[in-house]
């Protein structure tokens, strides 16, 4: 063996031996003398505080902190001036591990090198005043003065270990608290020049953690476990958590912060990075009154999220600053009204969303940029959302749209509408206030355009084809202009405007007005019916996330509560057999029915006015009408009405020009069929050039009395009358018929099924003898001269009219 390596051998040897013995010496000294080594080591710790520091024993643990002398410390306790006010031990330990080093024990000066703290709690606490119990560790200017102007003797740990320690920061001055149950945590401190540095290994269960008490605790019950590098700057006094891998309730994230000491109280920053995270976990790390708000929405796969909570030290019991930004691809996004499908954006949280105003809820704002998604099938663009005052909360965006109409089923229900076909294109910004994270009181500017619309209106049974509207939304005001319906065959053009839709859509849906206008070359009023109809009732479903639905239901409700003042124009109208030209009407359809305010129209070569209203009654609807017919051919009249009902005298049996006012009422079904035997009311008629052709009745007055002249053709003279319409029956107001075969008058009741009672004096003296009397007395009287005959009408046996002789006559 080389000589050198036998000397360098002997040396190393000698030092470990050395290092030995010292460390024997030391423990040797310590057990031997355990009162003067704890009575030294309370003297040195007191002497370093304003306070009190309590130690129960001191015994040698040699193995522990080989090659340095260590102490285990029994009992202690760490306690403030004040603390009998306050009660509050800043220490409170079972056992204290202390590493001391053997060159400075044996000179009489205690360097620690490490020091572990096992089964303890330690409190920090501030009390409203502002006064904390760690203002027993004295400044350096009271270390300065003590020892005479020199540098002080500052302690100095190169390493700390705790095992099974409460620790708790409890500032009442500030309402902040932040306890944690730390089950272990052991760190190496290095002491350069410039401050020191270290490394902490870390295993804790987050208690509290809260800036502000009164709003709850962020990271409430969570454990934390990693690793955290740190390092301070003597001369700018900050404290500085370098950025690394920290685990929070079973999510990594990557932690860094900073505390500024040279401020009182001092500020701090932290900031946190995590990849590939459930935002679920991430808002559950956060305070009470942030996580509701947050948890109201749902994503369904992981996140990138960024977050800084900066507090600046100044304000007692403000909220920190806090930012969170969100980054989100592809992803599935549950909101309150719904689903977003492919879901991408980017979101930001802030606490103070104006600079100049206080940090809390009312400056607090939720931002989503860029969002791209599929909101039920239809494909949406929002180049800025915004949600601001979560006080209050107010959401504002734009919101940009293309898709097929039949992408919409399903997403209004099946009670609502249905879509066969037809595109959609809007783009629309919006404002609305937001109660329990639903829109309320909304304002919309903007448009949608609906093209080649195939739409069911299921309530009413309403199907839309070939459609296309310009829905334009200014604020809370709806206007369609030129927009083109096609129903069945009727083709209209219209022009709507609502006046505070969005205002009364939620509240008051029944104050809201709808003034429309309609203008149409041909018109099918029969295909117009269902809009008269009572609104079907549905079997309503289990309540679901489905805002659409729920939309399409207060549609459904706005509709049928909106009052609605329409104005129609139609060249030509059709009504099964009506056919009417120039219609214009003032039509208003209100909660209860429709009311026909103004109607006038050209028909049988004369005109037509008429007012009234239409109201649902049952399974039928109701109508009151009163109309006034100025010079209609009589023949087309009855035509188009159907004989109003009854088939005594038929259009067939009518010739001449006929002028009335009508007052009658009576239901119709959904299709437009006059129900028989529901009508009643009166019909004054006037008659010009009148004629009765084949009229039966007459015409059996004919083969029983006068066989020579002609009943199959009666012109009449002008003929003024009244008719009362009671269900079934039709009374008939005496009236004095002069015609060209006959003069006679006629009074009684005529019945649709039982009850016909008709009384006809008819004078046989033929009405061509008195062709040349002028004078209108003379005339009259002569009317009646010679013989009478007095017949009744009945009904027969076989359900035909019989002719009778009046035994009951006048």
């Given at each position: 063996?080389?000589?050198w390596?036998?000397?360098?051998?002997?040396?190393i040897g000698g030092?470990?031996?050395?290092f030995?013995?010292?460390?024997?010496?030391?423990?040797?000294?310590?057990s031997?003398?355990?009162e003067k080594?704890?009575?030294s080591?309370?003297e040195k710790v007191?002497?370093?505080?304003?306070?009190k520091?309590?130690?129960?024993s001191?015994?040698?643990?040699f193995?522990k902190g080989?090659p340095n002398?260590?102490?285990?410390?029994?009992n202690?306790l760490l306690t403030?001036?004040?603390?009998?006010r306050h009660?509050?031990e800043?220490?409170?330990?079972?056992?204290?591990?202390?590493?001391?080093d053997l060159?400075?024990l044996?000179v009489g000066?205690?360097?620690?090198s490490?020091v572990?703290?096992n089964?303890a709690?330690?409190y920090?606490?501030?009390?409203?005043?502002g006064?904390s119990?760690?203002?027993?560790?004295?400044?350096?200017k009271?270390k300065a003065?003590?020892?005479g102007?020199?540098?002080?003797?500052?302690?100095?740990?190169n390493?700390i270990?705790?095992?099974?320690?409460?620790f708790?920061?409890?500032n009442?001055?500030r309402?902040?608290?932040f306890?944690f149950?730390?089950s272990?945590?052991?760190?190496?401190?290095?002491?350069?020049?410039?401050?020191?540095?270290?490394k902490?290994?870390l295993r804790t269960?987050v208690?509290?953690?809260?800036?502000?008490?009164?709003r709850?605790s962020?990271?409430h019950?969570?454990?934390?476990?990693?690793n955290?590098?740190?390092?301070?700057d003597?001369?700018k006094?900050?404290?500085i958590?370098d950025?690394?891998?920290?685990?929070?309730?079973?999510d990594?994230f990557?932690?860094?912060a900073s505390?500024q000491?040279g401020?009182?109280?001092?500020?701090?920053s932290v900031?946190?990075?995590?990849?590939?995270?459930l935002?679920s976990n991430?808002?559950k790390?956060?305070?009470p009154?942030?996580s509701?708000k947050?948890?109201r929405f749902?994503?369904?796969?992981?996140?990138?999220v960024r977050a800084?909570?900066l507090?600046?030290?100044k304000s007692s019991?403000k909220d920190p600053?806090i930012n969170?930004?969100?980054?989100?691809?592809?992803?599935?996004?549950?909101i309150?009204?719904?689903?977003?499908?492919e879901?991408s954006?980017?979101?930001a949280?802030?606490n103070r969303d104006?600079?100049n105003?206080?940090?809390?809820?009312?400056?607090?704002s939720i931002?989503?940029?860029k969002?791209k998604a599929?909101y039920?099938q239809?494909?949406i663009?929002?180049?800025?959302?915004?949600?601001?005052n979560?006080?209050?909360?107010?959401?504002?965006g734009r919101?940009?749209?293309?898709?097929?109409?039949?992408?919409?089923?399903?997403?209004?229900?099946d009670n609502m509408?249905?879509?066969?076909s037809?595109?959609?294109d809007?783009?629309?910004f919006?404002?609305a206030?937001?109660?329990n994270?639903?829109?309320?009181?909304?304002?919309?500017?903007?448009r949608?355009l609906?093209?080649?619309?195939?739409?069911?209106?299921l309530?009413?049974?309403?199907h839309l084809?070939?459609s296309?509207l310009a829905?334009?939304?200014?604020?809370?005001?709806?206007?369609?202009?030129e927009?083109?319906?096609?129903?069945?065959?009727?083709?209209?053009?219209?022009?709507?405007?609502?006046k505070?839709?969005?205002n009364?859509?939620?509240?008051?849906p029944?104050k809201t007005?709808?003034?429309?206008?309609?203008?149409?070359p041909?018109i099918y009023?029969?295909?117009l019916m269902p809009?008269l109809?009572?609104r079907?009732?549905?079997v309503r479903?289990r309540?679901?996330?489905?805002s659409?639905?729920?939309?399409?239901?207060?549609?459904?409700?706005?509709l049928?509560?909106?009052?609605?003042?329409?104005q129609?124009?139609?060249?030509k109208a059709?009504?099964?057999?009506f056919?009417?030209r120039?219609?214009?009407?003032?039509?208003d359809l209100?909660?209860?029915?429709?009311?026909?305010r103004k109607?006038?129209?050209?028909h049988?070569?004369g005109g037509l006015d008429?007012?009234?209203?239409?109201?649902?009654?049952?399974?039928?609807?109701?109508?009151?009408?009163?109309?006034?017919?100025?010079n209609?051919s009589?023949?087309?009249?009855?035509?188009s009405?159907?004989?109003?009902?009854?088939n005594?005298?038929?259009?067939?049996?009518?010739?001449?020009?006929?002028?009335s006012?009508?007052?009658i009422n009576?239901?119709?079904s959904?299709q437009?069929?006059i129900?028989?035997?529901?009508?009643?009311?009166?019909?004054r008629f006037s008659?010009r050039?009148?004629?009765?052709?084949?009229?039966?009745?007459l015409?059996?007055?004919e083969?029983?009395?006068f066989?020579?002249?002609?009943?199959?053709?009666?012109?009449l003279?002008t003929?003024?009358?009244?008719?009362?319409v009671?269900?079934d029956?039709?009374?008939?107001?005496?009236l004095?018929?002069n015609s060209?075969?006959?003069?006679?008058?006629?009074?009684g009741v005529?019945?649709?099924?039982k009850g016909t009672?008709?009384?006809?004096d008819?004078?046989?003296r033929n009405?061509?003898?008195?062709?040349?009397i002028?004078?209108?007395?003379?005339k009259k009287?002569?009317?009646?001269k010679?013989?009478?005959l007095?017949?009744?009408?009945?009904?027969g046996e076989?359900?035909?009219?019989?002719i009778?002789w009046?035994?009951d006559?006048?």
């Amino acid at each position: 063996m080389a000589r050198w390596l036998k000397l360098s051998l002997k040396i190393i040897g000698g030092v470990l031996l050395l290092f030995i013995l010292l460390f024997v010496a030391g423990g040797i000294y310590i057990s031997s003398n355990r009162e003067k080594v704890l009575k030294s080591l309370v003297e040195k710790v007191n002497g370093s505080i304003n306070g009190k520091f309590v130690a129960g024993s001191i015994d040698p643990s040699f193995l522990k902190g080989f090659p340095n002398a260590s102490l285990s410390v029994r009992n202690v306790l760490l306690t403030d001036s004040l603390f009998n006010r306050h009660r509050h031990e800043l220490l409170k330990a079972s056992d204290i591990d202390v590493s001391l080093d053997l060159l400075s024990l044996l000179v009489g000066n205690f360097k620690i090198s490490k020091v572990s703290i096992n089964n303890a709690s330690i409190y920090l606490y501030t009390d409203s005043s502002g006064y904390s119990n760690t203002s027993l560790f004295k400044t350096k200017k009271e270390k300065a003065a003590e020892s005479g102007g020199g540098k002080p003797d500052d302690i100095q740990l190169n390493r700390i270990d705790l095992n099974k320690v409460q620790f708790v920061i409890d500032n009442q001055a500030r309402f902040k608290k932040f306890d944690f149950d730390v089950s272990s945590l052991s760190g190496r401190i290095n002491y350069p020049s410039e401050g020191f540095k270290g490394k902490i290994k870390l295993r804790t269960l987050v208690r509290a953690f809260s800036f502000n008490t009164r709003r709850g605790s962020f990271m409430h019950n969570k454990v934390l476990d990693g690793n955290l590098s740190f390092h301070y700057d003597k001369d700018k006094e900050v404290l500085i958590a370098d950025p690394d891998r920290l685990n929070i309730g079973g999510d990594d994230f990557k932690i860094g912060a900073s505390v500024q000491f040279g401020q009182k109280p001092a500020p701090f920053s932290v900031n946190i990075a995590a990849d590939k995270i459930l935002y679920s976990n991430v808002a559950k790390l956060l305070a009470p009154n942030i996580s509701s708000k947050l948890l109201r929405f749902k994503i369904d796969k992981p996140v990138d999220v960024r977050a800084t909570i900066l507090d600046d030290g100044k304000s007692s019991g403000k909220d920190p600053l806090i930012n969170v930004g969100i980054t989100v691809r592809n992803n599935i996004v549950t909101i309150p009204s719904g689903k977003l499908e492919e879901c991408s954006f980017d979101g930001a949280f802030t606490n103070r969303d104006t600079a100049n105003r206080p940090i809390g809820d009312a400056n607090s704002s939720i931002k989503f940029r860029k969002l791209k998604a599929n909101y039920y099938q239809a494909p949406i663009t929002v180049d800025t959302l915004l949600i601001n005052n979560l006080e209050r909360p107010v959401a504002i965006g734009r919101v940009l749209s293309k898709f097929d109409l039949e992408k919409l089923n399903g997403s209004f229900g099946d009670n609502m509408f249905r879509f066969k076909s037809g595109h959609a294109d809007l783009e629309l910004f919006g404002r609305a206030d937001i109660e329990n994270f639903r829109f309320t009181k909304p304002t919309v500017s903007g448009r949608v355009l609906i093209r080649d619309a195939d739409i069911t209106y299921l309530p009413k049974n309403i199907h839309l084809v070939k459609s296309a509207l310009a829905l334009q939304f200014t604020e809370n005001d709806l206007s369609i202009n030129e927009g083109r319906l096609q129903l069945g065959k009727s083709i209209v053009t219209m022009n709507l405007r609502i006046k505070n839709l969005l205002n009364f859509y939620y509240t008051a849906p029944e104050k809201t007005l709808i003034e429309l206008s309609i203008n149409s070359p041909q018109i099918y009023l029969n295909e117009l019916m269902p809009f008269l109809t009572q609104r079907k009732k549905a079997v309503r479903k289990r309540s679901t996330a489905n805002s659409l639905n729920e939309l399409s239901d207060q549609l459904g409700t706005v509709l049928e509560s909106a009052q609605m003042k329409m104005q129609l124009h139609v060249d030509k109208a059709i009504y099964n057999r009506f056919v009417a030209r120039n219609l214009d009407a003032n039509i208003d359809l209100l909660r209860d029915g429709v009311y026909l305010r103004k109607i006038h129209v050209n028909h049988a070569g004369g005109g037509l006015d008429l007012t009234g209203n239409i109201k649902p009654f049952g399974s039928v609807n109701r109508f009151t009408v009163r109309s006034t017919v100025n010079n209609v051919s009589v023949r087309e009249f009855f035509y188009s009405f159907d004989n109003f009902g009854q088939n005594t005298i038929t259009n067939k049996n009518l010739r001449g020009f006929l002028s009335s006012t009508v007052d009658i009422n009576g239901a119709i079904s959904d299709q437009g069929k006059i129900i028989s035997r529901s009508t009643n009311g009166r019909v004054r008629f006037s008659l010009r050039k009148g004629a009765l052709i084949n009229f039966e009745p007459l015409k059996k007055v004919e083969s029983f009395a006068f066989k020579n002249r002609d009943f199959s053709n009666i012109q009449l003279q002008t003929l003024n009358g009244t008719l009362n319409v009671k269900g079934d029956k039709v009374y008939i107001s005496p009236l004095m018929i002069n015609s060209s075969v006959l003069n006679f008058n006629i009074k009684g009741v005529y019945a649709l099924s039982k009850g016909t009672n008709i009384a006809m004096d008819i004078p046989l003296r033929n009405p061509k003898k008195d062709e040349f009397i002028t004078d209108p007395k003379e005339k009259k009287a002569a009317r009646m001269k010679g013989i009478v005959l007095h017949l009744k009408a009945t009904d027969g046996e076989d359900g035909k009219i019989k002719i009778g002789w009046n035994r009951d006559h006048d």
